[in-house]
Nanobody, 128 residues
Framework: VQLVESGGGLVQAGGSLRLSCAAS????????MGWYRQAPGKERELVAS???????YYADSMKGRFTISRDNAKNTVNLQMNSLKPEDTAVYYC???????????????????????WGQGTQVTVSS
């Protein structure tokens, strides 16, 4: 699965940004898509995720400010980020995961899946 992100940039505190990610390739493998971020000197952390069934997860610090949305037919995932804070500054990575169900389904049609796929990352900078 190949992932291409767009939509990062520089914004003032309190502002908004919308990140988008488009998946291509062996999209039959995808069971969930989401966003991670990594700030300088820190570990990569999960921001939000969305399963094919529509379940969503948000990290505590993003609840109420960020909204994840997916278009399964188009294999895209978006992240609407509102009320941005300087501590949201990071490189944001799109992620796609496979699970045992999608791996089995893909194998039936001759496709092999990796468990995790990553985009190249997009920089989000929030100025104070």
């Amino acid at each position: 699965v190949q992932l291409v992100e767009s939509g990062g940039g520089l914004v003032q505190a309190g502002g908004s940004l919308r990140l988008s990610c488009a998946a291509s390739g062996d999209t039959i493998c995808i069971s969930a898509m989401g966003w991670y971020r990594q700030a300088p000197g820190k570990e990569r952390e999960l921001v939000a995720s969305s399963t094919n069934a529509g379940s969503t997860y948000y990290a505590d610090s993003m609840k109420g400010r960020f909204t994840i949305s997916r278009d399964n037919a188009k294999n895209t995932v978006n992240l609407q980020m509102n009320s941005l804070k300087p501590e949201d500054t990071a490189v944001y990575y799109c992620n796609a995961d496979a699970d045992i169900n999608t791996i089995v389904q893909a194998r039936l049609v001759g496709v092999g899946c990796g468990f995790h796929s990553w985009g190249q990352g997009t920089q989000v900078t929030v100025s104070s």
